[in-house]
């Protein structure tokens, strides 16, 4: 987006206006039809148990989806989740052996391994200002060579039962606690942990940051520990997810493959734009739900597994499309502001847009019209 | 003017950016090699040396090619390594062993990978949908289109195509030499023509381009159709070394991720606008070489892995030191807002 188009985004907001609306509507309209579906065409889901099952069966990757939530919506990308829940799984059956006296410990070390991979994604994106899609990608490669490597290919050792009763188990066995899975439990803890904070100042400052850093540079804000807390973050909610997937499927060397594009289609499926600044994490979350109830519902109708890529190849375009399309009406909005980062010379380059450019007043007159927007030309040639 | 000042500020970029990584292909060949004989590993650039690396390089080098327009363009395409398969699939099945189809075969395969470059550029310009999200869309479209009409190697390609993939002069693969020569020929388009120019400055700024008359669109899903070609092309050599074609042989491989990386190890800005051809040729070669070197050593194939990740970081955090202006995120080329 250019830098005017930001700014005619801000200036449009009122301070009151409801973020959490932002793409909410759309993706819980689609959730709604598809659970409504479910109940018409799969017996299964006749009783409240069958969504159950699928809220714990879809737990492992909502989570995850919160994850990427904060990352993408401070601006950035992480690939690396899908590789560190695989890495995660292996190195908890590696450690744990079967062992019930050591779950505790290894859990407590997984979720601090999250965290360091999440340290190591946000201090090399931040401080060498390296591309968190490079960053990732290339942490992405480490993480699956490195448990390779150590497991020599396959993995080894056993999860303990107290382990895996987290991906698998319910709260009791009689009663409505023997209705209620952990991994929802966990699930709901997380989810009220995001929202709250995606309330709180922090949480605000986190979305600004992905919107308009060089904004919160000059009013205070702290951007790069920003991004650093978000990329954490994701890495202790990947640790989480791989425990509970650990605990759902076993220990496989696949357990993670692919979950970073499914995540993120989760995220962008509720209508979080990709470049950071806008989105709710509800609807990230519900976006994630959207998929798995996607694939219930198509694996009831008798589509093939394989031919499920294919419709959720269709459905990402079609919904971002559709995000676009209402959106790009009101602003078109081309480029993100290229000028982040802490150590920006004040002088801009040709293709960086100089953060004094005036602010266009209306939202309407960042459109796709080239001679709207009389700052641009000399952008280009500055 | 902008048409005037890009090409001056990209020539004297791509000569520093390039000279690096052709720098760290020599100091790599000379340490790699020294080490190689030092442990025991026989000579590192024999005949048999060299021919595994230029082999190695061909397909990485073909797709890396093509994600160079597109990268350059300020998109990318994570399509690719599902197009490979599927277009080594159509060059096996409609030859079908037959040797009169050899060039229908190419031309259909080149014909889907078009196609698919075509809907993906469309995709992004026309219906405003962010580069990543298109182009994984696709990825996940076509590898339902592989799953579900394909569960293991199917056609077959002539002995006469397979002498493509399997021809040498001396160390030196017949192969090597086209991807040399579809390297000369994306640098000249780039660096030389109208439309190579349109792609910097598109990448470089979207708006800019637009408001200095360029049509941004038509940049865009020219680079992708390109891109698609080369992934195409780079499909048809498969088909062409394996005999058959495979539907996992582009995944398999992690042509999507590995060639971006190649190209930004090739110094090549992720956000567009800046770098060439030439790095990427360089960035796939040092890619090569260590495969080659680690081979030679016989260390674990995981290790590899873990040193490519670590490059590719190290590599970026050089360029980004020495930049004074940066992008942090691929942007996408139109609608980043979706």
């Known amino acids: 987006m250019s830098a005017a188009g930001t700014a005619a985004r801000l200036s449009s907001r009122s301070p009151g206006f409801p973020r959490l609306a932002t793409g909410l509507a759309p993706v819980l309209v689609v959730l709604l039809l598809l659970l409504v579906l479910l109940a018409f065409v799969g017996p299964a889901y006749e009783s409240p148990s069958g969504y159950i099952a699928l809220l714990k069966r879809s737990a492992p990757l909502m989570i995850l989806a919160i994850g990427q939530y904060f990352v993408i919506v401070a601006g950035e990308f992480d690939l690396s989740v899908g590789s560190l829940v695989t890495a995660e799984v292996v190195i908890a059956a590696r450690l744990l052996e079967g062992d019930e006296s050591r779950t505790w410990s290894v859990i407590a070390l997984l979720l601090g391994f999250g965290v360091l991979v999440g340290l190591v994604n946000g201090l090399i994106t931040t401080k060498l200002r390296v591309p968190s899609f490079i960053v990732t990608l290339g942490m992405l490669l480490v993480l699956e060579g490195a448990v390779f490597l150590w497991t020599g290919g396959a993995p080894r050792g056993a999860l303990t039962t107290e382990f895996r009763k987290w991906g698998r188990a319910q709260l009791g066995t009689e009663g409505i606690l023997a209705q209620i899975p952990y991994a929802v439990l966990v699930l709901v803890v997380i989810a009220v942990a995001a929202v709250l904070f995606m309330r709180s100042g922090t949480g605000r400052t986190l979305m600004a940051t992905g919107d308009n850093d060089t904004a919160v540079r000059l009013a205070g804000g702290r951007v790069d520990a920003m991004r650093i807390g978000a990329f954490v973050l994701s890495g202790l909610l990947a640790a989480v997810a791989a425990i509970l997937l650990g605990g759902y499927s076993g220990v496989s060397a696949q357990v993670g493959r692919g979950l970073e594009f499914e995540a993120i289609t989760a995220v962008v499926l509720g209508g979080v734009v990709l470049g950071g600044g806008r989105g709710s994490v509800i609807a990230a979350m519900a976006g994630a739900l959207t998929l798995r109830a996607l694939f219930a519902v198509l694996n009831l109708l008798g589509v093939s597994g394989a031919l499920e890529s294919t419709v959720q190849g269709v459905i990402i375009i079609a919904a971002v499309a559709y995000a676009s399309s209402e959106s790009g009406l009101r602003d078109l909005l081309v480029r993100r502001p290229g000028w982040s980062g802490s150590s920006q010379p004040p002088a801009s380059t040709a293709e960086d847009p100089p953060p004094e450019t005036t602010p266009v007043p209306s939202t309407s007159s960042v459109s796709s019209e080239p001679d709207t927007n009389p700052e641009t030309p000399e952008r280009g040639t500055s | ?338």
């Open chain 2, 1 to 338: 003017m902008t048409t005037i000042a890009l090409p001056a500020r990209k020539v004297q970029f791509r000569l520093d950016a390039t000279a690096i990584v052709y720098l760290a292909l020599f100091a790599l060949l000379v340490i790699g090699s020294i080490v190689v004989a030092a442990r025991g590993g026989g000579v590192l650039l024999d005949q048999a040396g060299i021919l595994k690396i230029l082999t190695g390089c061909t397909a990485l080098g073909l797709v890396a090619i093509g994600q160079t327009l597109a990268v350059v363009a300020g998109s990318l395409d994570l399509s690719v390594a599902y197009l490979i398969g599927l277009c080594s699939l159509v060059t096996a099945e409609v030859m079908a062993g037959q040797g009169s189809m050899m060039l229908p075969a190419v031309l259909a395969a080149l014909g889907v990978a078009a196609l698919v470059g075509l809907v993906n550029g469309v995709v992004i310009t026309a219906l405003r949908v962010n580069a990543f999200i298109a182009t994984l869309g696709m990825a996940l479209i076509l590898k339902g289109v592989l799953e579900s009409r394909y569960t293991g190697p199917a056609g077959s390609t002539t002995k006469d195509f397979q002498r493509l993939g399997y021809d040498r002069i001396g160390p030196v693969p017949v192969s090597f030499l086209l991807l040399l020569l579809v390297a000369v020929g994306a640098w000249w388009f780039l660096a030389r023509t109208r439309p190579g120019y349109h792609m910097y400055a598109v990448g470089g700024d979207i708006e800019s381009a637009r408001v200095s008359g360029v049509r941004t669109s038509r940049t865009i899903v020219l680079a992708h159709v390109l891109c698609s070609l080369a992934a195409g092309a780079t499909g048809v050599f498969l088909a062409s070394r394996l005999g058959s074609g495979a539907p996992y042989v582009g995944t398999d491989a992690g042509y999507d991720l590995q060639s971006i990386a190649a190209v930004v190890l090739g110094g090549t800005v992720l956000a567009g606008g800046r770098g060439g051809v030439a790095g990427t040729v360089g960035g796939v070669m040092i890619l090569s070489v260590l495969d080659t070197i680690f081979d030679d050593l016989g260390v674990n194939s995981f290790f590899k892995d873990v040193v490519r990740g670590v490059i590719i970081i190290v590599a970026v955090a050089l360029y980004a030191r020495g930049r004074l202006a940066r992008r942090r995120l691929v942007t996408p080329p139109a609608g980043a807002d979706q």
